[in-house]
């Protein structure tokens, strides 16, 4: 075992004096992640809404007060001809004229009209319109609740004056209606289900599969260069057996790429405000079992590859396929079942599955167990094609 730590020590020694090593392990992961980050956005914006009040009453004032106390939708208050203008010029992503009449005709219990203007094939524009139609909806039906209720108890106790009565109704509806009794969660299933990653969840964890997987270029180019010079035929003649080599070389490589995982990760965490630490358990089986994976590809990789430039074509096309085809560039949750299929093939597909669903879902460790079994499974068939090549080809 003391054997093996010393070769490991002499590759990661190597890794050190590279100059180049630090850009491609650190340096342009960081970058892309906040490049990427920052163009897609964290996804948690309220969509503008401008809003052009002519009717002033009770109900339009408190309709504007629902609305700007929502989640879904950023309330600017503007006059009725800035409301296309805003629109078309894409500073809004809706906007709303509340007419005269409306709130007499809601007290009234009348249908009332609003007008939303918007892009047809817009989705946010189609979200917004939805938010308002829910809050109006709600208002129409607290309005109709208390005046039905107000005037079935006048009829039957022959109140005659009932304003005072009306009021408490509508207060009461409002209530119930800000509690309701039954409440709907609803849950997907399946691999795409839940939320749909963004943003640094997006970028950060794909840019650690993509940039993971071009660190077996270092140590695989440092096997070949060994290979070249005859270091290894030397080394093949000490003391060390083949299984301590292999074992050295692999053990290297999962120690860069875990120490690589804790840099990117802590950064992310830290400057781009990913939660991977909501459970550090789940988090440590992910990054030994990506860690194990990519150590035993680099030791696949550079048996199969007699030079650097054969070995550095094959890293940059596995790396970008495979975090391309697994979810590193784009979700795969909004592709076809088709294409979310094939990239599941991949065990990184399971892994960025597994980061995000501890980032997104508070996935605990029995839910990344599956993606951590998978992602050994590919590890343990890596290792033993590549100790049969090593075998074989260094008699």
């Known amino acids: 075992m003391r054997r093996i730590w010393a070769l490991a020590d002499k590759d990661l020694l190597q890794t050190r004096r590279d100059k180049l090593a630090g850009l491609f392990t650190i340096i342009m992961p960081i970058a892309f992640t906040l490049f990427l980050g920052l163009i897609i956005g964290t996804g948690e914006q309220a969509y503008p809404l401008v809003l052009a009040d002519q009717d002033k009453g009770d109900a339009a004032r408190e309709l504007v007060r629902g609305l700007r106390g929502s989640e879904v939708v950023s309330v600017e208050v503007v ?22 009449g409306y709130s007499e005709a809601v ?39 208390a005046t ?37 969660g609803t849950v997907q299933s399946g691999s795409s289900g839940g939320e749909v990653p963004s943003g640094f969840d997006l970028t950060s964890t794909g840019m650690i599969i993509n940039f993971v997987l071009f660190s077996t270029m270092t140590a695989g180019v440092a096997l070949i260069m060994e290979r070249r010079s005859g270091t290894l035929q030397r080394l093949l003649t000490t003391r060390a057996s083949r299984g301590e080599l292999i074992g050295g070389k692999v053990l290297g490589m999962f120690i860069l790429t875990f120490i690589q995982q804790i840099l990117l990760i802590g950064i992310g965490a830290l400057a781009f405000g990913v939660d991977y630490f909501n459970d550090p358990a789940a988090l440590l089986l992910v990054m030994i079992s990506l860690s194990a994976l990519v150590s035993c590809l680099g030791l696949l990789l550079a048996t199969l590859f007699g030079s650097e430039q054969a070995l550095i074509a094959a890293t940059v096309l596995i790396s970008m396929a495979w975090a391309a085809m697994s979810g590193g560039w784009f979700p795969l949750e909004i592709t076809g079942p088709t294409f979310s299929a094939i990239g599941h093939v991949w065990p990184t597909a399971w892994i960025l599955d597994a980061m995000r669903g501890i980032i997104l879902k508070d996935y605990g460790v029995a839910d990344v167990l599956p993606a951590v079994g998978y992602a050994f499974a590919w590890a343990a068939g890596f290792f033993l094609i590549g100790v049969w090549r090593f075998r074989s080809t260094e008699k």
Do not use: F, H, M
């Not at 106790?157 to 509690?179: K, P």
């Open 148 to 184: 039905a209720a107000t005037e079935a108890v006048a009829q039957a106790y022959g109140i005659e004056n009932a304003d005072r009565l009306r009021r408490d109704a509508a207060q009461a509806v409002a209530q119930s209606l800000s509690a309701p009794a039954v409440t709907v």
């Open 79 to 100: 006059g009725v001809k800035e409301v296309d203008e805003r629109v078309d010029n894409g500073q809004a992503a809706a906007g709303l004229i509340i007419p005269k």
């Open 107 to 145: 007290a009234a219990g009348r249908p009332a009209e609003l007008t939303v203007v918007r892009d047809a094939g817009s989705s946010g524009a189609q979200t917004a319109e939805q938010e308002v139609r829910t809050l109006a909806g709600q208002q129409a039906v607290q309005t109709r609740a």
